[in-house]
């Protein structure tokens, strides 16, 4: 009896070979206490499972009628941890399937026990307020820094934009071959650049860290601008390491002061596993709402998942 027992307990891991992750889902938490999981880790790779568009999918009336292939490997969990800012809020139950508008789609989320201290808006606000994110299992997340503006990163940054700026620029007019800028390149060179918002974090590459970046750059408005003056929108990575080594994957878009088609950067948070760090963050502007996982190295920034929580007009 005592042999059979032994044979069931299964053997030890081999001497300096870290046990694999387990899998999880992340899901992103409203301020309303719906959950929307967007993204599920095998224990090696991502995934995004959970269904988008619904025009083809059968509604499933209750928790456990939500097929198991749409939570991943790690299964339909009982309850998920609540992250924010690097802290572990807490955890809530899932309670059933329920369907939300965002942007201009149906997205199928799962209402839960999470009820905020904050006032919930109205359901029509885009974005909507996101309270953090939403895991199975005991994997952490840790905060994505917002480097102050007192901190040397922003004014080194700033010197460094100038250049980017202006090469990303140039390349967005370049793809315009309909369009004449206003002001010529000399003069566009003289247009200060002023970040708006830099965020930083440790990259699992010894030595590196990586930034991103949103900055514009203002123009006055012309006779026929109704006051509302051209503007270039710049935004991207900026990697450092050692020995002054530096990489970038900068963009830029030029619109009116509406800045419409411009997004934006919500970062949600940062987890590191099998020891590699990942980003979690929602893109989202006028008509658009996404959450990514990006792995950002020295050489590139490799997207792992991507999940379109709602787009309008054109995909």
Request: aromatic fraction near 10%; charge should be neutral.
């Amino acid at each position: 009896m005592l042999l059979l027992i032994a044979q069931a307990v299964p053997p030890p891991a081999p001497a300096g070979k870290p046990a694999e992750p387990a899998p999880f889902v992340l899901g992103v938490l409203r301020r309303d206490g719906l959950v929307t999981p967007f993204a599920a880790f095998d224990g090696k790779r991502w995934e995004t499972p959970w269904p988008g568009d619904l025009r083809d999918v059968k509604l499933p009336n209750s928790l456990d009628a939500v097929p198991g292939r749409w939570w991943g490997k790690a299964g339909a969990p009982a309850e998920m941890s609540v992250w924010a800012d690097g802290s572990q809020r807490g955890t809530v139950r899932l309670e059933r399937p329920t369907t939300l508008r965002v942007m201009c789609d149906w997205r199928l989320a799962l209402t839960s026990t999470y009820r905020s201290k904050e006032a919930a808006p109205l359901p029509m606000v885009q974005p909507y307020p996101k309270d953090g994110l939403a895991i199975s299992g005991t994997q952490p997340i840790e905060a994505i820094e917002i480097v102050p503006r007192t901190a040397p990163e922003w004014s080194s940054m700033a010197m460094k934009l100038i250049e980017l700026a202006d090469r990303t620029e140039t390349s967005a007019i370049s793809s315009l071959p309909d369009w004449k800028h206003p002001f010529a390149r000399r003069e566009r060179q003289k247009t200060p650049v002023e970040i708006e918002m830099l965020y930083r974090a440790p990259m699992d590459a010894a030595g590196w860290m990586v930034y991103y970046v949103e900055a514009i750059k203002r123009y006055p408005p012309g006779p026929e601008d109704d006051g509302c003056g051209l503007v270039t929108s710049v935004k991207g990575w900026i990697t450092s390491g050692p020995d002054f080594k530096s990489e970038d994957s900068i963009s830029a878009r030029i619109t009116y002061c509406d800045r419409k088609d411009v997004t934006f950067m919500l970062p949600l948070g940062l987890i590191t596993t099998r020891g590699k760090t990942y980003w979690i963050y929602q893109v989202s502007g006028y008509g658009r709402e996404v959450y990514v996982v990006t792995r950002p190295t020295p050489k590139s920034i490799e997207p792992q998942a991507h999940y379109d929580a709602g787009i309008c007009g054109q995909r």
